[in-house]
Nanobody
Framework: QVQLVESGGGLVQAGDSLRLSCAAS????????MGWFRQAPGKEREFVAAISGSGGSTYYADSVKGRFTISRDNVKNTVYLQMNSLKPEDTAVYYC?????????????????WGQGTQVTVSS
Protein backbone atom coordinates (compact mmCIF):
# COMPACT_ATOMS: atom_id res chain seq x y z
CA GLN A 1 0.00 0.00 0.00
CA VAL A 2 2.95 2.30 0.65
CA GLN A 3 5.98 2.81 -1.55
CA LEU A 4 9.17 4.30 -0.15
CA VAL A 5 12.07 5.67 -2.17
CA GLU A 6 15.30 6.81 -0.52
CA SER A 7 17.73 9.30 -1.97
CA GLY A 8 20.68 11.39 -0.91
CA GLY A 9 23.30 8.76 -0.29
CA GLY A 10 26.82 9.09 -1.57
CA LEU A 11 30.52 9.09 -0.83
CA VAL A 12 31.77 11.56 1.77
CA GLN A 13 34.76 12.04 4.02
CA ALA A 14 34.77 11.51 7.76
CA GLY A 15 33.35 14.52 9.54
CA ASP A 16 31.19 15.52 6.61
CA SER A 17 27.39 15.60 6.46
CA LEU A 18 24.65 14.09 4.36
CA ARG A 19 20.90 14.39 4.31
CA LEU A 20 18.89 11.38 3.26
CA SER A 21 15.34 11.72 2.03
CA CYS A 22 12.56 9.16 1.87
CA ALA A 23 9.60 9.95 -0.35
CA ALA A 24 6.43 8.04 0.46
CA SER A 25 3.59 7.40 -1.94
CA UNK A 26 0.47 5.28 -2.09
CA UNK A 27 -1.76 4.96 0.93
CA UNK A 28 0.32 7.15 3.17
CA UNK A 29 -0.90 8.26 6.54
CA UNK A 30 0.08 10.71 9.22
CA UNK A 31 -0.51 7.83 11.62
CA UNK A 32 2.44 5.89 10.19
CA UNK A 33 5.57 6.04 12.24
CA MET A 34 8.76 6.05 10.19
CA GLY A 35 12.21 4.70 10.75
CA TRP A 36 15.69 4.56 9.31
CA PHE A 37 17.78 1.41 9.43
CA ARG A 38 21.18 0.58 8.03
CA GLN A 39 22.98 -2.57 7.00
CA ALA A 40 26.68 -3.07 6.41
CA PRO A 41 28.03 -6.07 4.48
CA GLY A 42 27.96 -9.21 6.60
CA LYS A 43 25.97 -7.55 9.36
CA GLU A 44 22.34 -7.56 10.36
CA ARG A 45 20.14 -4.61 9.63
CA GLU A 46 20.26 -2.27 12.59
CA PHE A 47 18.03 0.48 13.86
CA VAL A 48 19.16 4.07 13.39
CA ALA A 49 16.27 6.42 14.15
CA ALA A 50 12.49 6.59 14.28
CA ILE A 51 9.84 9.28 14.34
CA SER A 52 6.20 9.12 15.41
CA GLY A 53 3.28 9.71 13.08
CA SER A 54 2.90 13.33 14.12
CA GLY A 55 6.62 13.96 14.22
CA GLY A 56 6.41 14.87 17.88
CA SER A 57 8.50 12.00 19.18
CA THR A 58 11.87 10.73 17.99
CA TYR A 59 14.15 7.91 19.04
CA TYR A 60 17.78 7.24 18.16
CA ALA A 61 20.28 4.46 18.43
CA ASP A 62 23.05 5.31 20.88
CA SER A 63 25.61 5.11 18.09
CA VAL A 64 24.08 8.06 16.24
CA LYS A 65 22.49 10.11 18.99
CA GLY A 66 23.74 13.67 18.90
CA ARG A 67 24.94 13.33 15.31
CA PHE A 68 21.83 12.30 13.35
CA THR A 69 18.43 13.96 13.27
CA ILE A 70 15.25 12.43 11.90
CA SER A 71 12.40 14.66 10.79
CA ARG A 72 9.31 14.46 8.63
CA ASP A 73 7.14 16.67 6.50
CA ASN A 74 3.69 15.13 6.35
CA VAL A 75 2.55 17.62 3.71
CA LYS A 76 5.31 16.45 1.39
CA ASN A 77 5.04 12.84 2.59
CA THR A 78 8.77 12.82 3.16
CA VAL A 79 11.00 11.78 6.02
CA TYR A 80 14.59 12.96 6.37
CA LEU A 81 17.73 11.83 8.10
CA GLN A 82 20.29 14.57 8.64
CA MET A 83 23.64 12.94 9.30
CA ASN A 84 26.43 15.07 10.72
CA SER A 85 29.95 14.23 11.88
CA LEU A 86 29.92 11.08 9.81
CA LYS A 87 32.32 8.30 10.71
CA PRO A 88 33.64 5.41 8.62
CA GLU A 89 31.59 3.05 10.77
CA ASP A 90 28.46 4.78 9.47
CA THR A 91 29.12 3.23 6.08
CA ALA A 92 26.12 1.09 5.14
CA VAL A 93 23.05 0.85 2.99
CA TYR A 94 20.41 3.00 4.63
CA TYR A 95 16.79 1.93 4.45
CA CYS A 96 13.63 3.89 5.08
CA UNK A 97 10.75 2.01 6.68
CA UNK A 98 7.14 2.70 7.59
CA UNK A 99 5.03 1.19 10.32
CA UNK A 100 1.23 1.33 10.23
CA UNK A 101 0.96 2.65 13.74
CA UNK A 102 1.97 6.09 15.01
CA UNK A 103 4.08 4.66 17.82
CA UNK A 104 7.81 4.47 17.20
CA UNK A 105 9.61 1.13 17.07
CA UNK A 106 13.21 0.03 16.79
CA UNK A 107 13.14 -3.51 15.38
CA UNK A 108 12.74 -4.61 11.77
CA UNK A 109 9.77 -7.00 12.32
CA UNK A 110 7.71 -4.08 13.58
CA UNK A 111 7.82 -2.28 10.23
CA UNK A 112 5.49 -3.01 7.33
CA UNK A 113 7.02 -1.22 4.36
CA TRP A 114 10.60 -0.77 3.19
CA GLY A 115 12.45 1.25 0.61
CA GLN A 116 15.16 -0.11 -1.66
CA GLY A 117 18.00 1.48 0.26
CA THR A 118 20.62 4.08 -0.52
CA GLN A 119 24.36 3.62 -0.11
CA VAL A 120 26.29 5.83 2.28
CA THR A 121 30.06 5.48 2.22
CA VAL A 122 32.27 7.43 4.60
CA SER A 123 35.98 7.44 3.89
CA SER A 124 38.64 8.07 6.52
Amino acid sequence: QVQLVESGGGLVQAGDSLRLSCAASGRTSRRYSMGWFRQAPGKEREFVAAISGSGGSTYYADSVKGRFTISRDNVKNTVYLQMNSLKPEDTAVYYCAARNTPVVASTTPEYDYWGQGTQVTVSS
